[in-house]
């Protein structure tokens, strides 16, 4: 993917707001969204990478780490004014951005 796709933000909730299973928990979440239409196994190595790479990075022990990557059509998304465009169809999109 582009970079220009990739977009981060990182939120810390208040301690008293987490739990799990009922009780004050330190989970570390990564949630994600794709463009619906790319291949599935590549959408679940994402997933084991960056959880993966979040117990490396963090140290946070792996059975406290969850990441969810949901997916949504590209036209239910805008960037920039513009709708984001089908996987395979990022050239023409980031040229007509003037971007590549």
């Known amino acids: 993917?582009?970079?220009a796709?990739?977009?981060v933000i990182f939120?810390?909730?208040p301690s008293e707001s987490v739990f799990t299973s009922g009780v004050p928990g330190t989970p570390l979440i990564i949630t994600g969204w794709a463009?619906?239409?790319h291949p599935q196994q590549d959408t679940t190595r994402l997933a084991l990478e960056l959880s993966s790479t979040a117990?490396?990075?963090t140290g946070v022990e792996e059975d406290h780490v969850m990441v969810v990557i949901e997916d949504s059509p590209a036209r239910s998304a805008v960037e920039g004014g513009q709708v984001l465009p089908e996987p395979g169809e990022e050239k023409?999109?980031?040229a007509?951005?003037?971007e590549v």
């Open 92 to 94: 023409a999109w980031l």
């Open 5 to 7: 796709y990739v977009n």
């Open 35 to 37: 463009r619906r239409g």
């Open 1 to 3: 993917m582009p970079t």
């Open 11 to 13: 939120s810390e909730p």
């Open 96 to 98: 007509r951005r003037g």
């Open 55 to 57: 117990v490396r990075v």
